[in-house]
């Protein structure tokens, strides 16, 4: 067996371990709520990206006004 594939069903046990002992003591709402952070964290991303395109609009607006303005004599 090559040493990535042993390593590979380490971490696959692992995480099965770590996945039965959650469900064992109840868990499960943790997993709800990293899901709700994803969602959260992807709309606050989304968001960023919106403003950020929005200021690069008026900056790129603005440039092309003042190169206008000082190519005229």
């Known amino acids: 067996m090559s040493s990535e594939l042993f390593?590979?069903?380490?971490?696959?046990?692992?995480?099965?371990?770590?996945a039965d002992r959650a469900r064992r003591e109840g868990f499960n709402e943790r997993g709800a709520s990293a899901i709700e952070?994803?969602?959260?964290s992807a709309v606050?991303?989304?968001?960023?990206?919106i403003v950020a395109r929005v200021i690069q609009g008026?900056?790129?607006?603005?440039?092309n006004k003042?190169?206008?303005?000082?190519?005229?004599?």
Do not use: C, H, K
Request: without cysteine.
């Open 58 to 63: 008026v900056v790129e607006d603005n440039s």
């Open 7 to 18: 390593y590979a069903m380490g971490i696959i046990t692992f995480v099965r371990a770590r």
């Open 66 to 73: 003042i190169e206008q303005g000082s190519n005229t004599p």
């Open 44 to 49: 606050v991303v989304v968001l960023a990206l």
């Open 37 to 40: 952070w994803a969602i959260i």
